[in-house]
């Protein structure tokens, strides 16, 4: 079956300006989740969805946020980029959010210049 | 903050067993350990979870003490494809959230 697509894979933008960044989840899949990747901070947890619903969200300023759609699809967006944003943007799915069941996809890499 | 503590790199020759440790000192009755990996420049992978009795699969071993206080990963024929950076991680194994809270994981460094 399908895996969890990312797209795009790589963005640049330059600060100020916002990025929009898609998930599609594994057919099925109705927990979406999304995390930040930096060499510094490592692994962070961003927000998870739910059936449209914003379930759990992490430390992160209001710049970060993000939607679900009706076909469990997700997007999220940063606004007034800052350079500090750049960072591997991915995306988990999982059923219902059994935590051995979470797939990753191979995420965004975004580059604020 | 993450709940586990893991050495930062091993390294390991091809073929040989790698066993990678991990320290949940102030885990829960109702936690579970999970271990996922990430190669490079790809999005982490799952590979086992536990409570408190060994589980193997086709990927690898669990081995949790008795204390449930520390566990042992094991991959037992170790590739080049295995290096990676491997984390533990310790929480609920029905949780309605979908945080999981990555620490800094150890790389594993598979040697020809």
């Known amino acids: 079956k399908a895996g969890v697509t990312q797209t795009p894979r790589y963005l640049i933008k330059t600060r100020g300006q916002q990025v929009t960044l898609s998930c599609s989840p594994i057919?099925?899949?109705?927990?979406v989740s999304w995390y930040q990747q930096t060499p510094g901070q490592g692994l962070q947890f961003l927000f998870e969805?739910?059936?449209?619903?914003?379930?759990n969200k992490g430390n992160f300023p209001g710049r970060f946020s993000g939607r679900q759609f009706s076909n469990s699809r997700s997007e999220m967006n940063v606004s007034t980029l800052e350079l500090g944003d750049s960072a591997l943007y991915l995306c988990?799915?999982?059923?219902?959010?059994?935590?051995?069941?979470?797939?990753f996809g191979s995420g965004t890499r975004l580059t604020v210049v | 903050d993450a709940k586990t503590t893991q050495p930062p790199s091993m390294d390991c020759a091809e073929g040989r067993a790698a066993n990678l440790p991990c320290n949940h000192s102030?885990?829960?009755?109702?936690?579970?350990v999970y271990w996922y990996r990430q190669i490079h420049s790809q999005g982490p992978q799952y590979i086992i979870h536990?409570?408190?009795n060994n589980e193997t699969n086709e990927m690898a071993s669990l081995i949790i003490t008795e204390d449930r206080k520390s566990s042992t990963l094991i991959l037992p024929h170790a590739t080049l494809r295995d290096t990676a950076v491997y984390y533990c991680?310790?929480?609920?194994?029905?949780?309605?959230?979908?945080?999981?809270?990555f620490g800094q994981g150890t790389t594993l460094q598979v040697k020809p």
């Open positions: 988990a799915s999982s059923l219902q959010g059994e935590n051995y069941g979470y797939t």
């Open positions: 057919s099925g899949h109705r927990s």
């Open positions: 969805y739910f059936s449209e619903t914003q379930r």
């Open positions: 102030t885990i829960s009755g109702n936690e579970y």
């Open positions: 536990g409570l408190k």
């Open positions: 991680i310790v929480r609920p194994y029905s949780s309605n959230t979908g945080k999981l809270i």
